[in-house]
C-alpha cells in the first residue's frame, strides 16, 4: 500500500509531521492492505489564511484492486481531526467492500 500525501499551497508540512501521517494510516487501514493498492490523501484549509472553524479538509482517497476507488473527505478544527475523521469513515466504507467482496 503506497501513501501520497499532497497539500494546497496554503499549508507546509514538517518531514516530522508527515512521517507521524504516514504511520497513522498505515496503522488505520492495514487490516485492508490486501485490497488497497494506493491512498492518496489531500490536505486543504479551505478558507486559506483566514481563522475559521472545521476550515481544514482531509480527503483520502484509496485505489481498490478490482474495483473503483473510493475517497472520503471531512473537515475539522484542525488537521489531526480532519485525519481521524476521514480514517474512519474510510474504514467503514472498506469494511463494506471487503464484506461484499467475501459474501461473493
Request: aromatic share 4%; proline share 1%.
Amino acid at each position: 500500500m503506497t501513501i501520497h500525501l499532497n497539500t494546497d499551497k496554503n499549508l507546509t508540512i514538517h518531514q516530522e509531521y508527515e512521517d507521524k501521517i504516514q504511520t497513522q494510516i498505515t496503522e488505520a487501514l492495514s487490516r485492508f492492505s490486501d485490497l488497497i493498492t494506493r491512498v492518496d490523501v489531500h490536505l486543504s484549509d479551505e478558507n486559506g489564511s483566514k481563522d475559521g472553524l472545521e476550515d481544514k479538509r482531509c480527503l483520502i482517497e484509496a485505489k481498490i484492486t478490482g474495483k473503483e476507488p473510493i475517497a472520503v473527505s471531512n473537515f475539522g478544527n484542525n488537521y489531526d481531526l480532519a485525519i481521524a475523521g476521514s480514517l474512519s469513515k474510510m474504514k467503514s466504507a472498506l469494511e463494506k467492500i471487503a464484506g461484499k467482496m467475501k459474501s461473493h
